[in-house]
């Protein structure tokens, strides 16, 4: 849903409300996958020295 050309607070919020009613409901996560599994991963830092 693109609200961009919407300048009014009150009438894009209206907007977004009635798309995220109107949209279909999301699939649910499958059993055997884990909870966190569409996360970006966060590449670790080297141990040793200090960066900053």
Same mark, same amino acid.
């Given at each position: 849903?693109?609200?961009k050309h919407?300048?009014?607070p009150?009438?894009?919020k209206e +907007? $977004? @409300?009635?798309a995220r009613k109107k949209a279909t409901p999301k +699939? $649910? @996560?499958a059993?055997?996958?884990a909870r966190g599994s569409a996360k970006k991963k966060v590449q670790h830092m080297?141990?040793?020295q200090r960066k900053r």
């Open positions: 849903m693109n609200t919407i300048t009014d009150a009438e894009r +907007a $977004k @409300r009635a +699939a $649910k @996560r059993q055997g996958v080297s141990k040793g």
